[in-house]
């Protein structure tokens, strides 16, 4: 039996949530922006909406698309990542980022899978297209034995999950039974001491 990590991107993988920090950068209307991120954090809108909503309110100039590229790969990864990654392979644990933002600006190691929304810049605006709860389908179809997460779409996706890793002080790790990390070492070294991965099948 295969057993999954699902990783989350923005914040997570990396130290800062590249997405939001994107639609802010290049909001054509700033207002909006924080409208749309207040009503989010207060969960009256779902990720769909503030997701949608954010990027359409994003200046979609082709040539911005190279300059959006140069900041979102200026933020670094979470301190670890490889050697976690490592630390999966050696284990025979299946590492996938499954994010809710969009694959053209995300930049992984060779070799992990990615599954994320795609990005169209049309002139005008830049659309974000989004399948509809794919990293909660994610969970249910194939119940993970590690999610790391974040957000508050992490959230629900978690209680598919056997172990649930949480960023320290995010939203999912406000949620009861989630195992708090500063960076993928931290998780290395708890599955190290608390788990027998051989004897986990």
Do not use: H
Request: aromatic share 12%; glycine share 6%.
């Amino acid at each position: 039996m295969t057993r999954y990590v699902q990783i989350d991107y923005d914040a997570t993988v990396t130290l800062e949530n590249v997405g939001m920090m994107l639609q802010k950068r290049f909001a054509k209307d700033l207002t909006l922006y924080n409208k749309l991120k207040e009503a989010y954090e207060n969960e009256t809108i779902s990720i769909m909406e503030a997701a949608t909503g954010g990027w359409a309110n994003t200046e979609g100039k082709q040539w911005l698309q190279t300059e959006m590229l140069v900041e979102a790969f200026s933020v670094g990864f979470r301190p670890g990542l490889p050697s976690f990654l490592e630390f999966c392979k050696e284990r025979e644990l299946v590492p996938v980022v499954v994010s809710d933002g969009l694959s053209f600006y995300m930049k992984l190691p060779k070799g992990v899978p990615l599954i994320a929304g795609t990005a169209v810049f049309d002139g005008n605006s830049m659309q974000g297209y989004l399948p509809i709860d794919f990293k909660l389908n994610f969970a249910r179809q194939f119940r993970p034995f590690i999610l790391i997460g974040d957000g508050l779409a992490d959230v629900e996706p978690s209680r598919y999950a056997a172990l649930v890793f949480s960023v320290k002080g995010s939203r999912l790790n406000k949620e009861s039974c989630t195992i708090p990390f500063e960076t993928f070492f931290d998780i290395i070294e708890w599955l190290t001491v608390r788990v027998d991965l051989k004897a986990v099948k």
